[in-house]
Every structure is written in structure tokens, then in C-alpha cells.
């Protein structure tokens, strides 16, 4: 391939595993615990940013003062009890297998909390295809601020990097550190609203992009270099 990255950071909810609308559905019900309406739409929208800044920006600043703790907390139990159904996207361990065949150090960039984060990590056999991963404990910020990529980067030792993600909060982390970003519709988010963010490039789901991963990963290059 003629591109000279050498790293890969990937996204895990909503880019590998479709676990987007169990995330919206836990966040509803955990919303409605302590009496407060919150739709699915709007959450869904925020899904890729830190859960410490979600629930004011879904619920305003003081549901997260008088309830933003426990929100979270029984968001954790609500996903807890629905985990289990959410599945691989179609094509995301080929997606990662392509990703080393091009010569990519794969980093696995997950904001879940490291019980959340076992789960799909097993379902990707990720001990075999990724060369490390994060969790939430590995950063004190959340998305769309870029300390997770940065943590994932340190990792690995890794360079020229291209992101992988299904929101605009992906996006806009990368963005912050001059990271062309790859975006995927299957997280439930449009191409032309990822591409407005800063995409270089939208496929439908992993198993589209690793069939122009060659094209892809040639744009995400010349972006990050013209950048």
C-alpha cells in the first residue's frame, strides 16, 4: 500500500460492536429512575462522548448536579442486564486483521468502564489482533477531548496514526491532535453529518471499509499530510 501510517486506533462501541442503541436504551431507563424524561434521540446524538459529560448535556447542567452520579451508576446496572445481547458488527475482526495486513499497529480506544470493555474485547479475540487497548481508566478526560488517542498512542509507541470511529465526538478528538479520522454509519450517525465533523472518508460498517480499506487508509494519509 502506498500509505505511510502506522498505527491504527479504533473505536470499539458502535465502530466493532453494535451496542449503540443498548447504550441509549440503558441511558433512557436510567434517566427515568430518577424521574427525569430524557429521549432516546437525544442521547443517542451524545453517544461517544464521556459519560461525566453526557448527562448535562443531555439533561442540563443541574440534573447533573442534583443526579449526575447516580444516573451513571444505574446506567452501569441498566447496560449490565443488556450486555450480553450486543454482537460484532458484521466484519469487525476482519476489519482488524486487514487493518495488521497493512501494516498498522492496531490500538483498541475504548472509553468503557474495563468490565463493559471485556466483553467485546473477548467477542474480538483482541488479545490476537490488537497490540493494546484502553478502558475509561486510563484517562481523567473524556471525549471529544484527545487524551483517551493519546493514551492509546503512548501504548504503542505510534506515529502517523488514523482514527477509526462512529461519532463525532470520535472525530472531534482526533481532529485535536491532527488524527484524519475514518468514519463508520453503523454507530447510527450519518455520513454527511461525520464527514461536516472532519471525516475523511464513511463507510457503512467494518465489513465496507475493509473492502475499500486500500482507498481509505491512501485518503486518510494524504489528509494527514496536507494537515
Known amino acids: 500500500m502506498s500509505h505511510d501510517l502506522d498505527t491504527a486506533i479504533v473505536d470499539i462501541d458502535g465502530t466493532l460492536l453494535d451496542s449503540n442503541y443498548h447504550h441509549t436504551l440503558a441511558w433512557v431507563r436510567a434517566f427515568a429512575h430518577v424521574g427525569i424524561t430524557v429521549p432516546g434521540w437525544r442521547i443517542h446524538r451524545h453517544l ?20 449526575g452520579d447516580e444516573v451513571r451508576e444505574r446506567w452501569e446496572r441498566e447496560y449490565d442486564e443488556i450486555i450480553d445481547e450486543t454482537r460484532l458488527l ?10 495488521g495486513d497493512a501494516g498498522l499497529t492496531v490500538v483498541l480506544a475504548s472509553s468503557s468502564i474495563p468490565r463493559h470493555a471485556e466483553h467485546a474485547l473477548e467477542l474480538l479475540d483482541a488479545g490476537d489482533r490488537a497490540a493494546a487497548w484502553t478502558t475509561a481508566e486510563d484517562a481523567s478526560a473524556t471525549k471529544p477531548d484527545p487524551e483517551l488517542l493519546d493514551a492509546a498512542l503512548d501504548r504503542v509507541g505510534g506515529g502517523r496514526a488514523v482514527m477509526l470511529g462512529d461519532s463525532v465526538w470520535d472525530v472531534a478528538a482526533a481532529n485535536e491532535r ?11 450517525v450519518g455520513a454527511a453529518e461525520l464527514r461536516e465533523a472532519g471525516a475523511v472518508a464513511v463507510y457503512d460498517d467494518p465489513r465496507g471499509l475493509t473492502e475499500h480499506l486500500r ?13
Open 215 to 227: 482507498e481509505a487508509l491512501d485518503q486518510a494519509a494524504r489528509a494527514g499530510r496536507s494537515g
Open 48 to 67: 461517544g462522548m464521556g459519560g461525566d459529560r453526557l448527562v448535562g448535556a443531555v439533561a442540563g447542567d443541574g440534573v447533573e448536579e442534583r443526579h
Open 178 to 188: 491532527g488524527i484524519p479520522t475514518i468514519g463508520l454509519r453503523s454507530g447510527g
Open 90 to 99: 458484521d466484519g469487525a475482526r476482519d476489519l482488524l486483521d486487514a487493518l
